[in-house]
């Protein structure tokens, strides 16, 4: 997730392009640039650090010259967030200047070509593959272009693209990463979204996917990637700034519920391959030391801890490895038995978690290979790690991770699957079978999330109820004790996450009228048992909730079913948290509550 924000118009450029960018901070902040057209050469202003840190750059000199430009605040994906590796990038000549949000997944493949023709690239980035494609095309116009280097580039992305000859013009162009056009009068705006030019229109253009859109002072043109002129969608904003930086959601956690097919979708990218494989050529570590492993521990806290959970059945189920699991803040104490043929899995959505951080150090220094699971890149963890795989889903700023555990999810589902296909424990074509499954979960997310009005039907009388049970076995338990994790954390209920089968040894004395029980149960091989144990909880007075595949017959024992789309066992938790993150958020709505800043909780907890 980055933000992206273009001008041609008779304003001073930086007065557009530095404020667009604040507002679009909470897109990524690691570092960020701009390129200012004058006509006749590129002023290229970027560097590590915030849009303050730009502006006092910008601000050092006149820029009066500039005829437009466009800038870009990242939120680094491919090489570490530092002044190089900041957009805008150029080609060696200095003629064109490109941003991007968005990956390109067959970069390596596009940029091994542009080396091999003689091409010099100066950062780590997928995105200088793109300036140096459009100085390939000078014979073409920049819309022909960007037009051809679209129909070639694989991937969700979102480009600006300017030459230098031609300071009136941006080429924009989409593909599953946002860009809408702000109308001006004798002057247009281009941006990821719409915050980054609300102070100067109301105006705007929708842009669709597989669309490039050429963008001049007096005009707006729409192509599809066929080279057809399209009519372009107007629209008129009426949102304030706050609910623009939301994208129309009333809150950060909503949002960023319903940007999970999309951040999905960015952790998989390149990451399958069509024979049914998984490929991590990110993680950096040799198969003959995988091949070596005889225990994997799993370490992190909080909600990354479910995903540890998660990844012990996943890991056991597929290598046959014996893992450990264990809640970081616990882990030095317990005085854990490893060497150098034990592989530490250290899971931390920030990876500055001092918990995590502590006891990986710990572990490595054990003699423990590290890898580290994070969505930051560069982070703490990530420079301590041996081999770091990270997710991609984007600047979370909700308290409560929801999309940032989904990735971990799929990440860990993902390094699973590798650890089973190096090591031999796996026929290829079960690992196939579960390849094709990991590519359906992002619209299979999208299905979940169409349950939203439904639980918040459901939940519209539960503003009062105090006692919650979430449930499950086998797969279905870590997204039992996620559920009930969320709903503490945002509705400030009790919540007691439990497997299913462990209510009878004591807890069940608890249930009693008025109590909500939520059950997992998609995990199929345990089914049977965990509607069992819901009928036990009813018995007892408890209103029964169930999260069910779509397909499977669950009897009577539930006063509600909420349905997901069908898996595999361990795939299905993906989907299944879906409906418990949006029921915790209709819950904690209910009652008032401000779900992005929950009391007494920070995002990164950097203390012991
Ligand atoms: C999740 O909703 C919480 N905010 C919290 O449990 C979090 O998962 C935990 O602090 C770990 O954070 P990390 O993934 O950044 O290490």
Not at 81 to 96: I, L, Q, R, S, Y
Not at 405 to 411: D, E
Not at 485 to 513: D, N, Q
Not at 542 to 562: F, K, M, P, Q, Y
Request: charged share 25%.
């Amino acid at each position: 997730m980055c933000g992206i924000v273009g001008y041609v118009g008779p304003r001073p450029v930086t007065d557009v392009l530095v404020p667009g960018l604040a507002h679009l901070e909470y897109r990524g902040y690691d570092s960020a640039g701009v390129a200012l057209n004058t006509g006749t050469s590129f002023d290229l202003i970027k560097t590590a650090g915030r849009i303050a840190d730009l502006e006092a750059l910008v601000d050092a000199e006149d820029h009066s010259n500039a005829l437009s430009g466009i800038g870009h605040t990242r939120w680094a994906t491919h090489g570490a967030p530092n002044t190089v590796n900041a957009h805008p990038h150029t080609d060696e000549a200095g003629d064109v200047v490109v941003v991007h949000n968005g990956i390109i997944e067959n970069w390596a493949d596009l940029k091994k070509k542009l080396v091999e023709s003689g091409h010099e690239f100066i950062s780590d980035t997928d995105t200088e593959v793109v300036a140096h494609m459009v100085a390939d095309r000078a014979d073409m116009t920049l819309r022909d272009a960007v037009t051809d280097i679209m129909n070639q580039a694989e991937g969700a992305l979102a480009l600006a693209v300017m030459r230098k000859s031609e300071p009136d013009l941006i080429i924009g162009a989409r593909r599953g990463s946002p860009l809408v056009v702000g109308r001006g009068d004798g002057e247009n705006f281009l941006a990821s979204d719409i915050p980054a030019f609300l102070e100067h229109t109301r105006e705007m253009v929708i842009i669709e996917d597989d669309r490039v859109v050429e963008v001049r002072p007096e005009s707006v043109r729409l192509f599809d990637l066929e080279g057809n002129e399209l009519e372009p969608e107007h629209r008129k904003i009426d949102w304030d700034f706050e609910a623009a930086e939301k994208g129309g959601y009333p809150t950060f956690m909503l949002k960023e519920i319903h940007e999970q097919p999309h951040a999905i979708a960015d952790t998989l990218a390149g990451r399958l391959s069509e024979t049914g494989r998984v490929v991590l050529n990110d993680l950096d570590l040799d198969p003959v030391l995988l091949r070596s492993i005889d225990k994997v521990f799993v370490i992190a806290c909080g909600t990354s801890y479910h995903a540890a959970m998660m990844a012990k059945y996943a890991i056991e189920r597929w290598t046959r490895l014996p893992v450990e699991i264990d809640i970081a803040s616990e882990f030095r104490y317990r005085d854990p038995v490893l060497d150098d043929r034990s592989l530490v899995i250290g899971i931390s959505q920030s990876g500055e978690t001092i918990d995590t951080l502590a006891a990986v150090r710990y572990a490595k220094a054990q003699g423990a290979k590290l890898i580290g699971v994070s969505n930051v890149i560069d982070s703490a963890l990530a420079r301590e790690s041996h081999a770091v795989l990270y997710t991609r889903a984007g600047l979370e700023i909700g308290v409560a991770a929801t999309k940032t555990f989904t990735t971990q999810l799929v990440a860990m589902q993902l390094l699973g699957l590798y650890l089973a296909q190096v090591r031999g424990t796996l026929d290829p074509g079960a690992i196939e079978l579960l390849v094709r499954e990991l590519e359906q979960l992002p619209e299979q997310v999208a299905t979940a999330l169409e349950s939203s009005a439904a639980i918040e039907e459901l939940t519209r009388g539960w503003a009062d109820v105090r006692d919650y049970f979430f449930l499950g076995r086998s797969g279905d338990f870590p997204v039992a004790m996620e559920g009930a994790l969320k709903l503490k954390e945002i509705a400030y209920v009790r919540a007691e996450g439990y497997a299913a089968g462990e209510m009878k040894h004591g807890p069940i004395a608890l249930i009693e009228e008025g109590v909500v029980v939520v059950g997992v149960a998609t995990d199929t091989h345990v089914q049977a048992k965990t509607l069992s144990n819901m009928e036990e909880m009813k018995a007892r007075g408890g209103t029964i909730v169930l999260v069910a595949e779509e397909d499977d017959d669950v009897g009577e024992v539930a006063d509600h079913v909420i349905r997901v789309p069908s898996a595999s066992d361990l795939i299905c938790t993906v989907t299944a948290v879906i409906p418990l993150q949006l029921l915790s958020y209709h819950v904690a709505t209910a009652r008032g509550l401000d779900v992005d800043k929950p009391r007494n909780l920070a995002k990164t907890v950097t203390v012991e």
